[in-house]
């Protein structure tokens, strides 16, 4: 990919565009939060203000994680924990060689953040992408 193609999708995650042509949970997740709120870039003073809009999509999200079946009921067992940073557990998956992060997206004002964000990070790092697996 070039690096005019990268900036253009960078632009396009940041700007609240639809992404076309993306089959992942991820981008499907975060095209579909675009849709159904109002999207803004956020500086740290409006942080505490969006806690509703937060809340407002985590509602959200656990309507469509039961209507999409994408609800995880067998989460990582505790030994198979490897560490926990500011906004993740990370657990070993040994049945494919990988990780598992829970992550609660403290850091983040809202969650279509937090998906630009796993979004973004899967554009610039494919090798090392995440898989959504569930809510």
């Given amino acids: 990919m070039s690096n005019n193609d990268t900036r253009s999708k960078l632009e396009n995650i940041i700007n609240g565009t639809i992404l076309e042509g993306e089959a992942d949970n991820c981008t499907a997740i975060r095209n579909l939060l675009c849709t ?21 999509q985590a509602e959200f999200l656990k309507r469509y994680g039961s209507k999409n079946n994408l609800w995880v009921t067998d989460l990582p067992d505790e030994t198979t924990f490897l560490a ?30 937090f998906f630009n964000s796993l979004v973004i990070h899967n554009l610039l790092f494919a090798d090392t992408a995440y898989t959504f697996l569930g809510f």
């Fill in 36 to 56: 159904s709120f109002k999207t803004s870039t956020t500086v740290k003073r409006d942080f505490e203000s969006k806690s509703i809009i937060k809340k407002e």
């Fill in 84 to 113: 926990k940073g500011g906004e993740a557990s990370i657990y070993f998956n040994g049945a494919n060689n990988s990780v598992i992060k829970l992550n609660d997206a403290i850091y983040y004002a809202t969650w279509l953040e």
